[in-house]
């Protein structure tokens, strides 16, 4: 993905309330690593549950605050994530819900989906055996990521807007 900087992400989510933005917490821009992004996905370091998803859809950045299921999935059976379609331990994939309002707004309903836990999908599918992640694997894999990603805060957002 393409850079962004501080003030473009701090404009850029479409469900955050006010009091999230004001407490929003920036990730490490300056050690990511863009070429191998497809979003750009933190967790809250002060809250177990919140986390926030970003990434360029053409010119346009757009953000999502997500919120973690507490409790995890059971242990000891496999989950996929509904991002990058990869299957871990049900503990490194969480169910995470997004708030279909805007800032003002509270309609009380949400979308969830199953996310890696560290929202860090961009990680797991260049992590692996070398047989599993060539090149050409990589780069269908982040195609459909990208794809995947961008149907999901499409959804976000035009509900949000129809709030
Ligand atoms: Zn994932």
Same mark, same amino acid.
Not at 73 to 79: D, E, Q, S, T, Y
């Given at each position: 993905?393409?850079?962004?900087?501080?003030?473009? &992400?701090?404009?850029?989510?479409?469900? @955050? +309330?006010?009091?999230?933005?004001?407490?929003?917490? *920036?990730? $490490? #821009?300056?050690?990511?690593?863009?070429?191998?992004?497809?979003?750009?996905?933190?967790?809250?370091?002060?809250?177990?549950?919140?986390?926030?998803?970003?990434?360029?859809?053409?010119?346009?950045?757009?953000?999502?605050?997500?919120?973690?299921?507490?409790?995890?999935?059971?242990?000891?059976?496999?989950?996929?994530?509904? &991002?990058?379609?990869?299957?871990?331990? @049900? +503990?490194?994939?969480?169910?995470?819900?997004?708030? *279909?309002? $805007? #800032?003002?707004?509270?309609?009380?309903?949400?979308?969830?989906?199953?996310?890696?836990?560290?929202?860090?999908?961009?990680?797991?599918?260049?992590?692996?055996?070398?047989?599993?992640?060539?090149?050409?694997?990589?780069?269908?894999?982040?195609?459909?990521?990208?794809?995947?990603?961008?149907?999901?805060?499409?959804?976000?957002?035009?509900?949000?807007?129809?709030?």
């Amino acid at each position: 993905m393409r850079e962004v900087t501080e003030g473009e &992400l701090r404009e850029c989510f479409v469900n @955050a +309330t006010r009091r999230e933005l004001e407490q929003l917490p *920036l990730p $490490g #821009l300056h050690e990511t690593i863009w070429a191998e992004r497809e979003y750009l996905g933190w967790r809250d370091p002060r809250s177990s549950r919140l986390g926030y998803v970003v990434h360029w859809r053409g010119d346009a950045l757009i953000g999502v605050v997500v919120r973690g299921a507490p409790g995890g999935l059971r242990p000891g059976i496999a989950a996929m994530c509904s &991002l990058c379609h990869s299957t871990q331990p @049900a +503990t490194q994939v969480r169910m995470f819900s997004a708030r *279909l309002a $805007g #800032l003002d707004g509270d309609t009380g309903s949400s979308i969830g989906t199953y996310i890696c836990d560290a929202l860090d999908c961009s990680h797991i599918i260049r992590t692996g055996p070398p047989h599993l992640v060539t090149a050409d694997r990589v780069a269908a894999r982040s195609e459909a990521l990208l794809g995947r990603i961008t149907r999901f805060t499409g959804r976000v957002e035009r509900a949000t807007r129809g709030s």
